[in-house]
């Protein structure tokens, strides 16, 4: 099983990004996935969550900005990311939680970086 994460890259404010995260292995139709972000000295926080049927959560910081969807034949989940602002900065990882094999797997990290 293994995440790969894509898409990261250096925007100026006011910029978009979309963040891709294709899986392989038998994982993700049937499992809730995730954005999380780590800005420098700060802890990992989770950014958006889908579930297998399509509903989604934000963290409050990034409501209104940023849409998180999936295609689950394409077994990727996508980050799209609007209005970008300098606190975006970080590295973002996905995470899908397999329900078949009970436990967490995380993509390798894209760093994004917004300047002002």
């Known amino acids: 099983v293994q995440l790969q994460a894509s898409g990261g890259g250096l925007v100026q404010a006011g910029g978009s990004l979309r963040l891709s995260c294709t899986a392989s292995?038998?994982?993700?139709?049937?499992?809730?996935v995730a954005w999380y972000r780590q800005a420098p000295e700060k802890q990992r926080e989770l950014v958006a969550s889908?579930?297998?049927?399509?509903?989604?959560n934000y963290v409050d910081s990034v409501k209104g900005r940023f849409t998180i969807s999936r295609d689950n034949v394409k077994k990727t989940v996508y980050l799209q990311m609007n209005s970008l602002q300098p606190d975006d900065t970080a590295v973002y990882y996905c995470?899908?939680?397999?329900?078949?094999?009970?436990?967490?797997?995380w993509g390798q990290g894209t760093l994004v970086t917004v300047s002002s």
């Open positions: 889908i579930t297998s049927g399509g509903s989604t």
């Open positions: 995470y899908v939680n397999s329900a078949r094999w009970g436990r967490a797997y």
């Open positions: 292995g038998s994982i993700f139709s049937r499992d809730a």
